[in-house]
């Protein structure tokens, strides 16, 4: 299987650096250690999504498109430690793309922006949105240093997507209205 911590800490990190599987030493703040925290904390915000949807029966069908994105979130994180390697491919860019318009398919369209919120599940859909915009970014910031896979780049992109249409598509299983940003009223009634 590879290999196992006998240990959680090993103090190698206390100076503010953390060890790459190839055994390059980078800072804390790195960017590329920047990536792999922000898609670590986007695989820790989807299980979070997922530990709410599971409770009710008819998101069902969610958890079982996003069990995987787990998994290949985590190979993303696999990507970023060992430099160089290649896991996520086109393969994976498409499935998510299948699966966005599979959901977008039963959605009315849009009308207007719509606001985190109107149930639990909906707000932990656009959190795990924003969480993902963020890796996304800083997936970029990376990529403008160093060569990285943009297979993953896209990846991030259509997940967000995803996130997105899924959080709609939970206020359409729980018939729970989405909430409708309303502007600003403009000084003197213009619209």
């Known amino acids: 299987m590879g290999y196992r911590l006998s240990k ?41 999504m997922l530990a709410i949807l599971q409770q009710h029966p008819e998101l069902e069908p969610l958890c079982h498109t996003l069990g995987p994105v787990q998994h290949r979130l985590f190979d993303l994180g696999g990507e970023l430690a060992v430099p160089g390697q290649q896991i996520i491919d086109a393969t994976d860019v498409t499935a998510l793309e299948a699966e966005i318009d599979h959901y977008n398919a039963d959605l009315e369209p849009l009308k207007n922006f719509i606001l985190p919120g109107g149930s639990h599940g909906i707000a932990l859909a656009h959190l795990a949105r924003s969480v993902c915009r963020r890796a996304e970014r800083r997936y970029l910031t990376l990529a403008a240093l160093e060569d990285v896979n943009q297979q993953a780049r896209i990846y991030l992109n259509r997940l967000s997507d995803l996130l997105f249409v899924m959080a709609r598509t939970i206020a359409r299983l729980q018939d729970t209205p989405e909430v409708l940003w309303q502007p600003k009223p403009r000084p003197g009634g213009q619209g």
Do not use: F, W
């Not at 990190?13 to 922000?38: I, W």
């Open 8 to 48: 959680v800490y090993t103090r190698t990190g206390d100076a503010g650096e953390t060890g790459l599987a190839d055994g390059r030493r980078l800072g804390k703040d790195h960017p590329r250690v920047e990536a792999m925290g922000s898609v670590d904390e986007l695989n820790s915000q989807i299980g979070m």
